[in-house]
DNA sequence: CTAACGTTTGTCCAATCGGTCAAAATTTGC
DNA sequence: GCAAATTTTGACCGATTGGACAAACGTTAG
């Protein structure tokens, strides 16, 4: 290998590209459940079932893993809200929004957990992006709800606030899962979870925010 | 000390309740932040301000100490939800019981954080209390609010989700109060962000829950 | 086939971890 | 004031941690 791994052009093996897949998927597990400090190379090497020099051949540090799989979260992560647009009927974008989000807390369980754990933990490694690209996003977008409300289609609120919650009880059935599936007990913890949620989340935000006679 | 500090009869000292005061107060400081297996016994005495040997006299092992305060937070953490009672304006009695938790994230977020923190990693260590005691009360409160309903007082939905968004959102402030400051920024992102997710709590749970005429 | 390059492994290291222990310092009961 | 009990400390231990390294092993292009 003549070239660094990280950089403007990677260049990389096909082997490399397999394995690092491989690192990146036992990681993600292992710090989500972990978090970061939690989490050892040993436990992530063993996850991806090769040596622990081996997979640092491939990320020459701990921290490293886990930059890479933020940046991948992250560009994820706010698809949804990217998507969030000014055509189209308000109140089905909300819905659809709502939804995208609760899907993703159901099939991305271990990403919101990565994301939480990092969140928790004070943002040390992303708050640059927070108050940056994430802000930037938000006040985009809590204009266009404004605009909404401006124009009488939704009832009027705090934008901002209306986003915390739509992320707070979305991302809860990832991360306090178990705490929900405990509650639930074993007849509605079940799969039917979600839905049941989805259908209690479509009538508490959209009813509630329908424009007063 | 010729008896054990834990089991029925403690029997301690005046410096062994001040000094072990100290201690939890510390673990909770660094507990909260940086999850049970991120924090070191080091770290937790630094903050004390004692030795590591010393703390150790007072919590024989680091987990003794997580368990103490996880026990003492359990108590105090779901006493909102114990208030919630049949007596009363059922819209009163869920608005206060939102605005308690609010106030409970605005002034015991490192509580809420361990908590967090502890569901996040699969609640190892408290999941049979979920299984019991938290779903006991849970499903006897959703059977309060289910009578609410039947009585036609408050629009009909899943009162098991809806508890679940009450937590989700009001915790979200304490457990993601990094990025909602970041998102709010420098000028909305002050103490005045709680009165303002005070007013849009209320409008989204208790409008949207008001009976259909 | 072979030389260059890429991959894997075993071994090792210094730092940090949770925790022990005996001795020293302090507080308390009388 | 003094002896017994409690509290504090420094030194130490084995285990685990993140990471370095060179040697061995594969792979691939000419």
């Given at each position: 290998m003549t070239d660094a791994m990280e950089g403007s052009a990677p260049r990389r093996t096909r082997i490399q590209q397999e394995k690092r897949e491989l690192i990146l998927e036992a990681a993600l597990e292992v710090f989500s459940t972990n978090g970061f400090r939690g989490s050892t190379i040993d436990q992530i090497a063993e996850a991806a079932g090769m040596s622990k020099p081996n997979l640092l051949y491939y990320f020459r540090r701990k921290e490293d893993i886990h930059e890479t799989l933020m940046e991948r979260l992250l560009a994820t992560w706010l698809a949804p809200l990217r998507e969030l647009?000014?055509?189209?009927d308000p109140l089905t974008e909300l819905r659809s929004y709502i939804r995208r989000k609760l899907e993703m807390a159901r099939d991305f369980p271990r990403e919101s957990r990565l994301f939480a754990n990092e969140i928790l933990q004070g943002a040390p490694r992303i708050m640059p992006l927070l108050e940056g690209e994430l802000k930037t996003l938000v006040d985009e977008k809590a204009n266009v709800i404004k605009g909404w409300m401006r124009a009488g289609k939704i009832a009027r609120t705090d934008p901002w606030h209306l986003i915390f919650s739509i992320w707070a009880t979305t991302q809860h059935y990832a991360d306090f899962d178990v705490q929900v599936r405990a509650v639930l007990g074993a007849d509605r913890g079940g799969d039917g979870r979600f839905e049941d949620a989805a259908r209690f989340l479509e009538q508490l935000f959209i009813d509630g925010l329908k424009p007063k006679g």
């Open positions: 647009d000014d055509i189209g």
